[in-house]
T-cell receptor, first 116, second 115 residues
């Protein structure tokens, strides 16, 4: 059963704590992405990675960090430096073909992070 | 700069009536265009895409979209709405010339289909 899994589904954090959101895919996709979703703001790109051991900042990377040690995994750490971390976080992936356009991005079910 | 505008935060339509969810875009080159749907507390599901060829694209669940280059639009349409179509819809664009592959999303349009 192929797809993208994110865990946990719900996460509660106290102010000042770092938390790590998991994203795993078994689609053999090269590129992976993290988005943040807030009501009325659509999806904003946090980080993305096109290949193992390489990643780039998106539009709102401050207060977040990522790693890409394995093709299947792209965990996101929300650090205490992120001022307003309460949001819905979505992970996505896509295949990168040798020739031709990339296909659509596939999304995981999301993690809802709440800071108490 | 790449951007997507969905001018309507909400669209309300009666079941059985046609629906349109609007999207306009701005890219520096030629676009790849996508529509996604999101149900509450779920991830995004792919509906359809325009890559090249026929300007009218057919997708999942009876949805279609028309690419209009002169108006830089990619409106989502369905001839007969269902209550189960009620969800949040996102339009996204990618620059054809970009090697990074990142998508730019609109803010979303909440579609409500009432019985």
């Amino acid at each position: 059963d192929g797809g993208i899994t994110q865990s946990p589904k719900y996460l509660f954090r106290k102010e000042g704590q770092n938390v790590t959101l998991s994203c795993e895919q078994n689609l053999n996709h090269d590129a992976m992405y993290w988005y943040r979703q807030d009501p009325g703001q659509g999806l904003r790109l946090i980080y993305y990675s096109q290949i193992v051991n390489d990643f780039q900042k998106g539009d709102i990377a401050e207060g977040y960090s990522v790693s890409r040690e394995k093709k299947e995994s792209f965990p996101l750490t929300v650090t205490s430096a992120q001022k307003n971390p309460t949001a819905f976080y979505l992970c996505a992936s896509t295949h990168v073909p040798q020739v031709g356009p990339r296909n659509e991005q596939f999304f995981g079910p999301g993690t809802r992070l709440t800071v108490l | 700069a790449q951007s997507v505008a969905q001018p309507e935060d909400q669209v309300n339509v009666a079941e059985g009536n046609p629906l349109t969810v609007k999207c306009t875009y701005s890219v520096s080159g030629n676009p790849y265009l996508f529509w996604y749907v999101q149900y509450p507390n779920r991830g995004l599901q792919f509906l359809l895409k325009y890559i090249t060829g026929d300007n009218l694209v057919k997708g999942s669940y009876g949805f279609e979209a028309e690419f209009n280059k002169s108006q830089t639009s990619f409106h989502l349409k369905k001839p007969s709405a269902l209550v189960s179509d009620s969800a949040l819809y996102f339009c996204a664009v990618r620059d054809r010339g970009s090697t990074l592959g990142r998508l730019y999303f609109g803010r979303g349009t909440q579609l409500t289909v009432w019985p």
